[in-house]
């Protein structure tokens, strides 16, 4: 059975509390990320997702606001040894792009919406070579 641990991004781009909107949208932009885990002193405050900082600064807050302004802190999170499948299940229950790994209440690691496609790509080029494959020995099998 895959667990989280074994699907999750463990070099983490996060934000501190005090930290401005100025850098949480340069983080955005340079390492291409869509969620800012917020910590204070490694544990997990809050989230600040890409769509919260577009809104944020839509309504005209100024980039110096920090996060702590902004960042959910209702996070639903897994641990390391959280199946893959109900990390899945719950992030399209809950319609939620991420979950942070937290383990001994220390974040260390997050698994998103695209890691999850990747998996499952990879998962269908498996799937689909092993159907060439069998289907190449049925048709060698078949000649006389």
């Not at 999170?77 to 790994?101: F, Q, S, W």
Request: glycine fraction near 6%; proline fraction near 3%; charged fraction near 30%.
């Amino acid at each position: 059975m895959y667990k989280v641990a074994d699907l999750m991004t463990r070099e983490l781009v996060t934000l501190e509390e005090t930290d401005d909107l100025g850098l949480a949208e340069a983080l955005v932009d340079l390492v291409r990320v869509r969620h800012l885990p917020v910590v204070h002193g490694g544990r997990l405050v809050g989230l600040v997702t890409h769509r919260d900082l577009l809104r944020a600064l839509a309504e005209g807050k100024n980039r110096r606001v920090t996060a702590a302004d902004v960042m959910r802190r209702e996070v639903r999170t897994v641990t390391p040894h959280t199946p893959l499948r109900e990390a899945g299940e719950a992030m399209l229950d809950y319609k939620i792009g991420c979950l942070p790994v937290v383990e001994d209440g220390k974040l260390v690691g997050i698994v998103t919406e695209a890691d999850l496609v990747k998996f499952a790509l990879e998962v269908i080029t498996d799937f689909d070579t092993a159907a060439d494959d069998f289907a190449a020995e049925e048709r060698a099998a078949a000649e006389p």
